[in-house]
């Protein structure tokens, strides 16, 4: 079966630290994926998408960067957190059928 | 850039009463998809609307596109505690990215 993981679920980190977070796809091959963040109590908004292995688009600058080191494997990061990357981090893969499918989330808080 | 709006941002109803939420666009809509996102969880999607003037159901869900294709609707008939949630709609553009509208939050009380 087609699933998505996404990880950790939730996360607290300071200000200026690094910030690393993964996504997974499985039962499928070169998959369109991307990342999405949704402020609280707002929509989503598409970061970054990738349509193969080292391919990446950016939607918005931003303090953030992704990169696609594996067909199915689509990493967020950061090198210096900032208060204003808080939110809730989805990543999301495009199915042929059925819409789009969003990873469980990550709920990044930065202090 | 393109803007997809919804309203109403909030709607509380009694349970068994009739809900609506619509979306309303900038420019010319693609292909519209809806999304349900629980509380604390992440958007998962309902359905996704291609023609001009199509009108899809799900139980007691009815969507609806537009004639010109600017516009969209959900409507919930006769609502249950389970349907609350944001609703979004979302417009597919350059053929694999979704433009997500503002969202609709829904609380329903028994």
């Known amino acids: 079966s087609q699933t998505i993981h996404q990880w950790p679920a939730t996360l607290v980190q300071p200000v200026g630290s690094p910030l690393s977070l993964e996504c997974t796809v499985e039962?499928?091959?070169?998959?369109?994926l991307y990342w999405y963040r949704q402020a609280a109590g707002r929509g989503l908004q598409l970061l970054f998408y990738?349509?193969?292995?080292?391919?990446i688009s950016s939607e918005v600058p931003q303090n953030l960067s992704a990169s696609r080191p594996q067909d199915r494997q689509f990493i967020l990061s950061s090198k210096k957190l900032l208060l204003s990357d808080s939110g809730f981090y989805l990543c999301?893969?495009?199915?042929?059928?059925?819409?789009?499918?969003f990873g469980s989330g990550t709920r990044l808080t930065v202090v | 850039g393109q803007q997809v709006m919804q309203i109403p941002q909030y709607q509380h109803v009694q349970e068994g009463e009739d809900f609506t939420t619509y979306c309303n666009s900038s420019?010319?809509?693609?292909?519209i998809q809806w999304y349900k996102q629980r509380p604390g969880g992440h958007p998962v999607f309902l359905i996704q609307?291609?023609?001009?003037?199509e009108v899809k159901k799900q139980k007691r869900l009815t969507f609806q596109f537009g004639e010109a294709k600017k516009n969209s609707s959900l409507h919930i008939t006769a609502t249950q505690t389970t349907d609350v949630g944001t609703y979004f709609c979302?417009?597919?553009?350059?053929?694999?990215?979704?433009?997500f509208g503002t969202g609709t939050r829904l609380q329903v009380f028994p």
């Open positions: 990738s349509v193969g292995i080292g391919q």
């Open positions: 999301a893969w495009k199915t042929l059928l059925s819409g789009y499918t």
């Open positions: 979302a417009d597919v553009y350059n053929t694999d990215k979704l433009i």
């Open positions: 609307l291609v023609k001009s003037g």
């Open positions: 420019t010319t809509l693609s292909n």
């Open positions: 039962g499928t091959s070169n998959p369109n």
